[in-house]
């Protein structure tokens, strides 16, 4: 054996059970060493020091001789190739590095491209190579926004003519690109309008997200810390439509047989107006997610599962005109098509909107229909179940909100519609105070 390195079993680290556990000691010096845990463990007393292995007269109950010592011995091998690998490639203190990067079945060929990972400093091959370490564990949305910043970070580069390395992420890069995201970007959607400018809530995702993949990179000991406290993560709150209980009624009613695409659009869009869920749920249910009455869903984003009680004309939707199986369409022409649908049943006044570009306030006028998205279903669920009194706390069980300050930053409650429901908890406070109470 190369290194000093032996699997060691003591009776005085006997359990409560009778057993002790089985480590793998590796000693570099006389006062530096480190148990590595097997995840095997048997009666001591069934150890034998001198050869470092299993009694075969081990009872059976304890698992068998043969196949113990054969997987010790295999982990054995393994902790040598660590060792040797982190002697040769790294500068870290081999007992540490076979702390960290030890299990017992693992593939030594994974710590050679973890070196080839290392050794190559390209930003966009390193954030590829985060995407990819991230992809079973995030939803494909979050999988996008990185790839999005990618994509910023490509168009900086070529705007501002130098090439973007690990070196660049000081402070005014940060206000560079910044700068950048608000004037000068010009995404593949408006490339015919000519329209430059990212929103505030886009370019403050952009800048968490490239925050999140430095400080993993830094965390990997890839690239050298870099400082990060001038990467402000700002927001605003978005303007954004909703639709009434009696518009969701109105578009319902619409007759559209005669354009089959825009009705199931139209369809689609009541759907999630009356489940609350976000484009990318709704538009994956499966006859299976349909049981008694209930929609039972794992939402993407967030992650867990919430069971949502179908309404007559959800209901209805689903099980009568799509037979549980929703049509396939992509979000960017479902937001094309119910535009149109809220066109046809005549939602056209105008709204104002503004937004920050910079330290200037930009105002834009648009009729309705122009300024509805797959996240105004989303909207119209919350804000319309938040006016109809519905305990705020269920709501966000269906809606993911973590914080009722988030919530309430996203519903749109007009002041006339807050002096509605104060009328209505006045009213109904009245009718159950005592009669003397009343004035």
Not at 283 to 307: A, C, F
Not at 406 to 418: G, L, M, S
Not at 420 to 432: D, L, P, S, T
């Amino acid at each position: 054996m190369i290194y000093a390195l032996k699997p060691v079993c003591k009776k005085d680290w006997k359990r409560k059970d009778g057993t002790s556990k089985i480590f793998i000691q590796y000693c570099r010096g006389t006062n530096q060493r480190v148990l590595i845990d097997t995840g095997m463990a048997i009666p001591p007393e069934y150890w034998n020091r001198k050869t470092g292995k299993v009694h075969n007269n081990l009872p059976s109950p304890f698992g068998d001789a043969d196949d113990l010592n054969e997987r010790l011995h295999k982990m054995l091998r393994i902790a040598e190739d660590i060792i040797s690998f982190c002697l040769k490639h790294t500068r870290d203190n081999p007992l540490t590095y076979l702390k960290k990067t030890f299990i017992p079945d693992l593939d030594v060929s994974i710590l050679e491209q973890r070196k080839e990972v290392s050794g190559n400093l390209d930003v966009y091959f390193q954030f590829d190579n985060y995407i990819e370490s991230k992809k079973r564990r995030i939803a494909a949305s979050t999988v996008h926004i990185y790839m999005e910043v990618k994509r910023y970070l490509q168009a900086f580069e070529k705007f501002r003519g130098r090439k973007i390395t690990f070196k660049s992420f000081d402070v005014d890069f940060y206000h560079d690109f910044v700068d950048f995201m608000t004037f000068d970007y010009q995404s593949y959607r408006y490339t015919k309008t000519g329209s430059k400018g990212l929103k505030r809530n886009t370019m403050g995702k952009a800048i968490k997200h490239l925050r999140l993949f430095l400080k993993d990179r830094i965390r990997r000991k890839i690239i050298s810390p870099i400082d990060l406290t001038e990467y402000k993560v700002f927001e605003e709150i978005a303007d954004a439509t909703y639709l009434t209980n009696y518009e969701i009624e109105e578009i319902y009613k619409l007759d559209l047989s005669l354009t089959p695409k825009l009705q199931t659009a139209r369809d689609l869009l009541v759907l999630g107006c009356f489940t609350g869920l976000r484009f990318s749920d709704f538009s994956s249910i499966k006859p299976e997610d349909i049981r008694n009455g209930k929609l039972h869903i794992k939402q993407q984003k967030s992650d867990h599962w919430v069971v949502i009680p179908l309404r007559p004309v959800a209901h209805e939707i689903l099980i009568t005109k799509f037979k549980g199986q929703i049509p396939r369409t992509s979000n960017a022409d479902f937001n094309g098509d119910i535009k149109k649908v809220y066109q046809v049943a005549g939602i056209d006044e105008s709204i104002k909107f503004s937004y920050k570009k910079g330290n200037r306030d930009i105002e834009e006028v648009k009729p309705k229909y122009k300024w509805v998205t797959s996240h105004s279903c989303r909207r119209s669920f919350c804000t319309n179940e938040f006016l109809a009194g519905t305990p705020v706390e269920l709501i966000m069980k269906i809606s993911g909100h973590r914080s009722l300050k988030d919530f309430y930053r996203y519903i749109k409650v007009t002041p006339n519609q807050a002096a509605y429901q104060i009328e209505k908890i006045w009213k109904a406070r009245e009718v159950m105070a005592p009669a003397h109470l009343v004035e």
